[in-house]
């Protein structure tokens, strides 16, 4: 059995990379290595417009490394206290490393809309209580399970990964299909030359009709008639 802990990356050390793509990277590069395994890694966060886009990356963290997300959220709500520009997007990025380490697929995707002056509703977990959905028009601390995960940044990504995989599947059946069709069609294209060449070094005999020499019966003389 493999201890997960045995492979931890430090944030200290290891994520101090500011964009999700680059850290989502990071950590699937990382693990595929050392498990010698395909992986897929994600990262995301909370980017407010007004603050230049923190949280980001330090989202989990926004009040300290110990921060529980009520203190997360009560020094965002601090931070915007005085501010008109509300709006905020979920952020999620996504990669997939192979056992090389290197990447094979990477997708992002956001969830739009804006941050509320104070938490509403009691679901998710996170900023959740704080983020005013767009496109669901109600807070994500209001939403179910289901409505989150239709619009939610993670759920998008996913998606788009999946989408990705069966676009490339498809191109790769149509490309061996392709190649069939061609291997098949030159193998005729050969076989045709080969009758042909064949043929024309054989020309044909014309055919003779069976003949035999006529013989003609033996005239005997008359006898003469006084």
């Known amino acids: 059995t493999i201890s997960v802990s045995a492979f931890l990356l430090t944030r200290s050390t290891d994520l101090e990379i500011r964009t999700f793509a680059a850290n989502a990277k990071t950590k699937a590069t990382y693990y595929a290595k050392h498990l010698n395994e395909f992986c897929l890694a994600d990262d ?3 980017e407010v417009k007004a603050l230049g886009g923190e949280p980001g990356v330090r989202s989990a963290r926004f009040a300290g490394e110990e921060a529980t997300d009520k203190e997360n959220n009560d020094l965002l709500l601090q931070q915007m206290k005085f501010q008109i520009t509300r709006t905020c997007r979920f952020r999620c990025a996504l990669a997939v490393a192979n056992p090389t380490g290197r990447i094979v697929a990477e997708t992002d995707g956001s969830c739009e ?3 509320l002056h104070e938490p509403l509703g009691e679901n998710g977990f996170g900023y959740d209580p704080l983020f005013w959905s767009t496109e669901l028009h109600k807070g994500l601390g209001e939403a179910t399970a ?5 619009i939610s940044h993670r759920g998008k990504v996913v998606r788009k990964l999946i989408a990705m995989w069966k676009k490339a599947a498809n191109n790769k059946n149509g490309k061996r299909q392709e190649k069939q069709g061609r291997k098949y069609s030159n193998e005729q294209q050969v076989n045709g030359k080969a009758e042909q060449e064949n043929g024309a070094s054989k020309p044909e005999r014309e055919a003779r009709p069976d003949t035999k020499p006529e013989v003609k019966p ?6 003469e008639t006084n």
């Open 146 to 150: 289901e409505e989150k995960n239709k």
């Open 113 to 115: 809309g804006m941050l």
């Open 44 to 46: 995301s966060g909370l």
């Open 218 to 223: 033996e005239s005997k003389p008359e006898p």
